[in-house]
């Protein structure tokens, strides 16, 4: 029996997933609503539609093809009234330049192996390989199991990026399939996790330490976000819970807040909560990175744009300490 999901994307040679150029493909759907979220297109697991006004002529074949008249083009721009919208697509098949676009692409679990699979050269000779990735992968449980299943099956280096809420039992039966895991550490403080991801953090603890009970190589991932994870005493607790828990963790990666996923919130009538939000500055990701080598935390690294003395300064890919 074949098995389907939605993914919104496939990103080829990206190489800030995991080791060498991979293909990151990205699943819908996430349980759950951090307020800094970056890939707001995946939250939702249904088909969203979308309006780019760069790529509108104004022919309005889209509002013509509407069976819901959910569509009204303004000098603002295009108004879709969702409650009215029945995400059929139509206005997307219309549209001669792509201004309108469904988001959440159907797809039997090895025919995307397949399509995956054409990138194993790239994966062969730099040592990379498939990140699944989301949302949360593991929103579609089944399907992302069957992709890792087929893309092992193909000798093909998988890793599994998560924020880790999900139960145990569905986190163990992908383990067998997958060569690395990229875990998200966010908030040590269950209350604050719960108040700024929506969900408390003890069952993502919990799947943390089943990762290093079955020794998985793991990286452990933290947002650096201003007013939410960037403060000493949240690092600080991540560190020691890896130094205490988690023997198998290889790297630590500090990822600095940026706010470029702006036109993301725009196209679905959402607002961003960190839209004026600086960057971080590169002193205090430093002082984090610091801290985190200080409790004994093995590989820190640091990666994304910070600002230093009104400048903008791009950190290496990823940048040690």
């Given amino acids: 029996?074949?098995?389907?999901?939605?993914?919104?994307?496939?990103?080829?040679?990206?190489?800030?997933?995991g080791p060498g150029i991979r293909?990151?493909?990205?699943?819908?759907?996430?349980?759950?609503?951090?307020e800094w979220c970056h890939n707001v297109e995946?939250?939702?697991?249904?088909?969203?539609?979308?309006?780019?006004?760069?790529?509108?002529?104004?022919?309005?074949?889209?509002?013509?093809?509407?069976?819901?008249?959910?569509?009204?083009?303004?000098?603002?721009?295009?108004?879709i009234d969702r409650e009215m919208c029945t995400v059929c697509g139509s206005c997307a098949e219309a549209c001669p330049t792509t201004a309108m676009e469904l988001i959440g692409e159907r797809w039997n679990a090895e025919d995307l192996v397949e399509e995956l699979a054409r990138d194993s050269v790239f994966f062969t000779t730099s040592g990379?390989?498939?990140?699944?990735?989301?949302g949360e992968t593991l929103y579609q449980p089944e399907f992302a199991i069957a992709v890792a299943r087929g893309l092992k099956e193909r000798g093909i280096h998988v890793a599994l990026d998560t924020c880790g809420y999900y139960s145990e039992k569905v986190l163990r039966s992908i383990?067998?399939?997958?060569?690395?895991?990229?875990?998200?550490?966010?908030?040590?403080d269950s209350e604050k996790h719960r108040k700024h991801t929506g969900v408390p953090n003890e069952r993502i603890l919990s799947n943390a330490r089943v990762l290093a009970e079955v020794s998985i190589p793991t990286w452990i991932r933290t947002p650096v976000i201003p007013g939410y994870t960037d403060d000493d005493d949240n690092i600080r607790a991540i560190a020691q819970f890896i130094k205490d828990n988690m023997p198998n963790v290889e790297r630590y990666d500090l990822l600095a807040f940026n706010n470029m996923c702006v036109d993301k919130y725009e196209m679905l009538g959402k607002r961003y909560a960190l839209k004026d939000a600086a960057l971080m500055d590169k002193k205090t990701m430093e002082r984090l990175s610091r801290i985190a080598r200080e409790i004994g935390v093995p590989n820190v690294q640091r990666s994304g744009m910070t600002r230093e003395e009104g400048k903008i300064v791009r950190?290496?890919?990823?940048e040690a300490g």
């Fill in 23 to 34: 293909t990151t493909v990205f699943l819908k759907g996430c349980p759950l609503r951090c």
């Fill in 175 to 188: 383990l067998p399939y997958v060569d690395l895991v990229l875990y998200d550490l966010k908030i040590m």
């Fill in 1 to 17: 029996m074949s098995v389907h999901g939605l993914i919104t994307n496939i990103q080829r040679t990206s190489t800030e997933d």
């Fill in 315 to 318: 950190i290496p890919q990823m």
């Fill in 42 to 79: 995946a939250i939702d697991p249904k088909p969203q539609l979308v309006w780019h006004g760069q790529k509108c002529i104004g022919d309005q074949a889209c509002i013509r093809t509407c069976p819901e008249h959910a569509l009204t083009l303004t000098r603002e721009g295009m108004v």
């Fill in 128 to 134: 990379g390989g498939v990140t699944l990735s989301g």
